[in-house]
């Protein structure tokens, strides 16, 4: 019978190892000696497959949670059958029936799929595009829903598709689903008013300003350090200069003979910030004055 | 052992506690117990304790388990349906009854119920009933307590680590600190909590209170005869986000809290609050489904989430003679929960303690070994035994891997 020499704990015979801390047991073997009546029964593959039979896990929360979704759809369902019948057919339920069934499956998914961001994010964007396709198929005519599942398509190939590539393809994936968005306001500004106007003249321009805005954060990031506030106010920053150019834009295709009309004020704010963050970017001094710092 | 002498010997214990033959039933508004004459089964002993009992296929529909392997009988109890003393009566019969059938003779002890004798009623009471006062619960809020940082996998067999104690040796330390076992224990147990909380957060801001849930058994306080449940929780601890507590500190308000918290008053308050539920009308008659999801996120939340870790010592428990030749040890596993990963329990009988700590952390035994290599710094030898197999590179969890 031997000691652990780090835990100072007293082992049972045969042990070669000290279960709380793994310190091998240097000794001769008359002194580890030889286990003759364990405390626990060794595991064997019939102990295992008895034991396999006898416990049937299953996870009690997650069943309960999902009964109480389910329990709480039923009710709201039933709620708005019997309130078509007592209002004589003067409401029509099919709408709040198909939002309570799929607000409902948005928790399901949360219980039933992998929690991941991509399986999760997927899965709440198929629903929410069921979901407005029911509310605009109320009316029995399909309208505008197909161009917000459009959107939908773009934020998926945007926010959840780059994630789905491994690390090496996630720049390129993302850099891809940027693209893809401009000739998504071409196809828009077709479906809308059957000729290519708007796009083209104001949205893909405005567009192409903010992407380089933000195309200099990207490059700090890459290249820097920059502090959460510096992001934000970078973002910031990127979206007064979409809105500006947005703005511009729109009066040239006007054919206006003003520069800018009312974003100008915006223009002022993103100025004084781009000063600001070139400031706090490029002088020490301001720097450790808005980070607190005495040196 | 003969497992066909166990199952006869079970047959014949469980005519004398008719209260534990029962099945668990789920109606709509709640769960019931109704008598269940289905076939009683005794099972071999798997590798770790307190397995999931599924209340139809489990043990026949029994809620509870017999186990045997060549030199042990072991019983696992389903929580509603007894408490440790309520158990541990219930094994000290059947192992009375086993001897009994073997040719040993065993004599007669207030713990033991021979079949064949006539029953209490008061044994199949529920004593929360009973002892119920319309007392209004004056409990205040409390915060999350600190829970063993979530690093390591987990896994669904209890990881066992076995601590058999000499109960003088613990005696003469307790005794020089003029305090009880159980007291001593409970701050050794804060004390380690602390040091792992001082080792894996950083900042003191971020430190959490370190309490203890100290099972009672409240038997005695309101002199019940009760074999069914009726056991309450103290939870005592220390605060560390007001400092570092010394050992002497820590063990100075355990002390107080512990022997503040048990007398009738406060015991009946907590009973009041656990019977106020199920006697108001709108949560007893809430179907099914809104409740139990609701419960376990009220006892996840305000039950398991305040305290850190449990340690239930059922005490000294005395052996009649013709079973004092025969029983070499007795342990006692108390179940792990999902929130609190690891938790303790001390049986003594024969001279030595059997503190046992039960974990659901698949490699990581730093708790374990805070506390055991601590009380070994303290003069008491401590010889550990394990269920848990050595890892595969031969290296733990331990503490430096957190650093």
């Not at chain 2, 019969?93 to 086993?98: F, P, Q, T």
């Not at chain 2, 009760?226 to 103290?234: E, H």
Request: glycine share 6%; net charge positive; charged share 20%.
């Amino acid at each position: 019978m031997a000691y652990c020499v780090r835990c100072g704990v007293k082992l049972e015979e045969g042990s070669t190892i000290c279960p709380l801390c793994q310190t091998p047991v240097v000794a001769p073997p008359e002194i580890i000696g030889v286990q003759q009546d364990p405390l626990f029964p060794k595991i064997t593959d019939d102990l295992k497959k008895h034991s396999a039979d006898e416990y049937q896990r299953l996870d009690k929360t997650r069943k309960g949670v999902i009964e109480l979704v389910i329990a709480f759809m039923s009710i709201a369902v039933i709620t708005l059958i019997i309130t078509t019948f007592a209002l004589d057919g003067t409401f029509s339920p099919w709408i709040p029936i198909g939002s309570v069934i799929l607000g409902g499956s948005y928790i399901l998914v949360a219980l039933f799929v992998r929690p991941t961001f991509q399986k999760i994010g997927t899965w709440y964007i198929i629903l929410t595009a069921v979901l407005l396709t029911v509310i605009d198929f109320g009316d029995l005519i399909l309208t505008w829903s197909f161009i917000v599942n459009v959107s939908l398509l773009l934020l998926w190939i945007v926010a959840i598709f780059p994630w789905m590539l491994s690390q090496h393809l996630r720049t390129k994936g993302f850099a891809t689903a940027i693209i893809a968005i401009a000739p998504y306001f071409v196809v828009l500004d077709y479906l809308t008013s059957g000729t290519i106007g708007w796009s083209v003249a104001i949205a893909l321009p405005t567009y192409a300003v903010s992407l380089v805005s933000l195309m200099f954060l990207a490059l700090r990031i890459r290249y820097g350090k920059p502090s959460v506030t510096d992001i934000v106010l970078s973002v910031i920053v990127s979206a007064c200069w979409g809105v500006v150019a947005g703005d511009f834009f729109n009066l040239r295709a006007i054919q206006s003979s003003q520069l800018l009309s009312w974003s100008s004020s915006v223009m002022v704010v993103a100025v004084c910030l781009l000063i600001f963050l070139s400031l706090n970017m490029s002088v020490r001094r301001v720097r450790n004055y808005f980070n607190n710092r005495v040196k | 052992m003969n497992p066909e002498r166990l199952l006869t010997a079970l047959e014949h214990v469980i005519e004398r506690f008719p209260y534990f033959a029962v099945s668990l039933h789920k109606g709509f508004y709640w769960y019931y117990f109704l008598p269940n004459k289905a076939p009683l089964k005794v099972y071999p002993e798997t590798s770790s304790p307190c397995g999931y009992i599924h209340r139809k296929r489990g043990a026949n529909g029994y809620l509870f388990k017999v186990r045997y392997t060549e030199r042990r009988i072991v019983v696992e109890y389903f929580h509603a349906l007894t408490d440790g003393t309520g158990g541990l009566v219930f094994l000290k019969s059947l192992v009375a009854e086993y001897l009994k059938l073997s040719g040993h003779e065993v004599g007669s002890d207030s713990q033991i119920f021979v079949p064949g004798t006539k029953m209490n009623p008061e044994e199949q009471e529920d004593s929360f009933e009973r002892f119920y006062k319309p007392i209004k619960s004056v409990f205040g809020f409390m915060s999350k307590a600190f829970h063993m940082p979530a690093h390591g996998d987990l896994t669904d067999d209890v990881q066992v680590i076995s601590a058999r104690i000499a109960i003088a040796d613990l005696k003469r330390v307790s005794a020089s600190y003029q305090v009880t076992i159980t007291e001593y224990l409970v701050a050794e147990l804060i004390a380690a909590l602390q040091r792992i909380q001082e080792t894996t957060v950083k900042r003191q801001s971020k430190y959490r209170p370190i309490r203890i849930s100290v099972p009672v058994n409240i038997r005695k306080v309101f002199g019940s005869h009760s074999m069914r449940n009726f056991t309450l929780f103290i939870v005592v601890g220390i605060d560390p986000r007001l400092g570092h507590y010394e050992f002497d500190e820590i063990l100075n308000q355990i002390m107080h809290q512990m022997r503040s918290e048990v007398n009738t008053k406060t015991l009946s308050m907590q009973v009041a609050r656990n019977v106020a539920g199920r006697r108001t009308p709108a949560i007893r008659y809430a179907p099914f489904v809104f409740k139990n999801p609701l419960m376990k996120l009220l006892s996840d939340s305000y039950g398991d989430g305040i305290y850190s870790t449990v340690i239930s010592n059922l005490g000294n428990v005395s052996l009649p003679p013709g079973m004092q030749e025969v029983v070499e040890r007795l342990d006692f596993y108390l179940s792990p929960s999902k929130v609190n990963k690891i938790s303790w329990s001390a049986i003594g009988t024969n001279g030595y303690l059997s503190l046992n700590c039960s974990s659901i952390f698949a490699a990581r035994t730093d708790f374990e070994r805070e506390l055991l290599s601590e009380l070994v710094k303290k003069g008491i030898p401590v010889e550990v035994s394990t269920n848990r197999l050595p890892s595969e590179d031969g290296n733990t969890f331990h503490e430096e891997k957190l650093r």
